[in-house]
């Protein structure tokens, strides 16, 4: 910033200019991080000299020290119209953009940059950036090697080189340049979680744990690197579930507790019957498996219970995107907004219940949250674990996938059962329902689509005793979409005795293309301990029955949901010698078999528990509950709703 002095000298003669004893003081306080009065002193000498590009384009840069996003984009936009030739006040720019989703305007600010002055290699690095965020990863890999070329030494262009071939599941070239990122910086930590990353897509779970654990070493208080670190604990084959438990309740400590002093007292009026304002915060809320579940449900919510205000965290939008904004009375974008200022915002718009969607997946803004802006708070669908926070009084389950008894000391939140959560919109792409596979092949053949890192060496060494148990079986496993990977697994079923020939493999597919691969599969196998959700609800759709395992965690039941909603509870195995039983068992009665995948479809349809008209009162009802406790002072409490259907249920 301090070159920004020299560069505006010539332009004094031609401007209206702040004095250089004024820029430099500007520039001092900037430089000293005393971005307060860095803001106080900007803001005069832009009022004082509103034509001269120097104080916008500095206190842009200050706004965004204070967190002030959108003020910040203003000043830049401004600093870039007078200074059409300042590559410093176009690059700044576009990086505004960039944070606002404006992935397209930034991409011009970068090649305008560019056409300044080619050589400057953070540019090509930042362009490859919007080119990424735009999905265009061919042309980002091209910025990127664009950059290096320029400066072979330049760590982050390194780094995101590798996140550019991880997107195009060229794991071990990512892996290569992750690698040269930090033998050119060694303490680089994003580096170190995108190591991690790539071996959590590859399967290799201990190496992803350990690297996460290392980057949270540089980093502390990164909430990112936590929440990826949690996201794989609940993975692990190694870790009981009250590590697992542990390790989300010190994210609690370390990052809420302190917020927590912070905690206003909430205005909002306390009629215990009067209609909700209900917000959802996700960074999913597009062609996503969080929309399968949420769309179905959102479109049928009545609007005189429930007033739908949506804040989604996602820069980009899309069909499905636009399919859920007329689902809602209001829709922000706050992907921009900073923790504090998203907390801020909820408040001021009076959402009585929030709800997130994310847990800690990606996208997640549980740091709000945190903040408790709401008073009833609670989280859904898109995490099976719990986020440790106190914040968050309640988790929405209903008993097929929380029992009774359970899971519930391994959530800090209280447990809201619902009648039932079972809501799943198939694809519109789904074709029809195909035969038998093994009616025509004379052998069973076995599948699954889960992403390859579910698949852990229990797993592996209970799915090979399977395949052995069952002759001239097959096994058929989607997802693949790297060789290394796929020849890796290849090894590991060596290990316990399957041959080479018994296995194939499909890369990931669009979704049309994924569907139709089930015609062949007869039975799918599940994972553990990070069961099925979305592939075993396609699954079944599809008409293909899955064998799966319910263990000692919510992640360990999502699949035994999905079947027990449709009656499909003698599919569901309690120990892996039982999953081997049962897949045998099934496996044997290829008359069974085909019957079940003809009348599939027709069981889900009529399961009560797959009726989105009965998901979507419980959840009225639901919050209803909870609105009702609150506003009698209660605090939360489990309880579940009451099942008047329960002569109807599919059996």
């Known amino acids: ?42 803001i005069r000498l832009s009022r004082n000299f509103p034509n001269h590009p120097f104080a916008w384009k500095v206190l842009g840069s200050v706004l965004e020290k204070n967190g002030e996003i959108y003020r910040s984009l203003v000043c830049k936009r401004k600093a870039a119209k007078l200074a059409p030739d300042d590559v410093e006040a176009h690059h700044n720019l576009g990086n505004a ?9 930034a991409q011009a600010c970068y090649t305008r940059v560019l056409a300044l002055k080619p050589t400057f290699s953070e540019a090509h690095r930042t362009l490859g950036n919007a080119f990424r965020k735009q999905g265009l990863f061919s042309e980002a890999e091209s910025s990127y090697r664009q950059a290096l070329e320029i400066d072979p030494h330049d760590a982050e262009s390194h780094n995101c080189l590798g996140v550019a071939l991880k997107d195009q599941y060229r794991f071990d070239e990512a892996i290569s340049h992750y690698r040269l990122a930090l033998e050119c910086k060694p303490l680089l930590a994003s580096a170190i979680a995108n190591l991690g990353t790539a071996y959590f897509d590859m399967g290799h ?60 007292p909430h205005t909002n ?41 949506v804040y989604s965290n996602y820069e980009m939008e899309d069909a499905v995107t636009f399919r859920l904004r007329r689902c809602a009375s209001q829709w922000h974008k706050v992907v921009a907004m900073s923790d504090d200022e998203l907390a801020q915002r909820i408040r001021a718009d009076g959402i009585d219940i929030l709800i997130d969607l994310s847990g800690h997946t990606g996208h997640n803004r549980l740091m709000a949250f945190a903040r408790k802006p709401a008073p009833v708070q609670a989280t859904w669908i898109g995490y099976p674990g719990t986020t440790g926070l106190t914040s968050i009084d309640y988790v929405i389950c209903d008993r097929f996938n929380a029992p009774h008894g359970l899971y519930e000391h391994y959530y800090t939140e209280k447990f809201a059962r619902l009648p039932s959560t079972g809501a799943f919109a198939p694809s519109l792409q789904a074709p029809e329902l195909s035969e038998l596979p093994a009616s025509k092949n004379g052998f069973v053949t076995f599948g699954s689509f889960n992403r390859p890192n579910k698949l852990g060496q229990r797993v592996i060494e209970v799915w090979s005793r399977v395949l052995l148990s069952v002759p001239e079986s097959r096994l058929f496993l989607g997802n693949m979409d790297d060789a290394g990977a796929a020849r890796a697994l290849r090894e590991r079923f060596a290990h316990f ?10 890369p990931k597919l669009p979704i049309g293309a994924y569907l139709a691969l089930h015609k062949e599969v007869d039975i799918a196998l599940d994972t553990w301990p990070y069961t099925g959700g979305t592939t075993t609800n396609h699954a079944v759709w599809m008409g293909v029955p899955v064998v799966t395992l319910r263990g000692p965690s919510r992640a360990h039941c999502q699949s035994a949901a999905v079947l027990g909603r449709m009656g499909l509870e003698d599919w569901i195995a309690l120990n892996e010698d039982d999953f081997v039983r049962v897949a045998i ?11 079940l995948r ?36 209660l605090t939360a409490e489990h309880f579940e709703i009451g099942n008047p259907f329960k002569d109807n249920v599919h059996a």
């Open 1 to 42: 910033m301090k070159k920004t002095v020299c560069h505006f000298f010539s332009s004094m003669k031609r401007l209206s200019a702040p004095s250089v004893a004024d820029m430099q003081q500007l520039l001092e306080l900037y430089s000293d991080g005393k971005f307060k009065a860095a803001e106080t002193k900007a």
């Open 97 to 105: 953009l960039m944070k606002h989703g404006n992935f397209a305007d």
């Open 205 to 264: 779970l201990d190496k992803a744990i350990a690297h996460y654990r290392q980057a949270l070493a540089q980093e502390p208080s990164n909430v990112e690197f936590h929440s990826q670190l949690l996201f794989s604990l609940l993975h692990s084959e190694k870790l009981a579930t009250p590590e697992v438990f542990s390790a989300h309740v010190a994210f609690a400590n370390y990052f809420e507790t302190p917020l927590r002093s912070c905690w206003m």
């Open 269 to 309: 009026s306390r009629d215990a019957e009067r209609r909700l304002r209900v917000g959802f915060v996700s960074g999913d809320l597009r062609n996503h498996a969080v929309s399968h579940f949420i769309e179905p449900v959102w479109g049928l919510l009545d609007p005189a219970i429930v007033e739908l205000w």
């Open 497 to 506: 005795g399957i041959r080479e020939e018994r296995l194939s493999f499909s």
């Open 585 to 595: 068992e099934r496996a044997g009665d290829v008359q069974g078999l085909a019957q």
């Open 598 to 633: 003809r009348t599939m479809r027709e069981r889900w349809l009529n399961s009560t528990w797959r009726n989105e008209v009965v998901i979507a009162r419980g959840l009225e009802a639901g919050l209803r509950l909870m609105w009702q406790r609150w506003c009698k002072g």
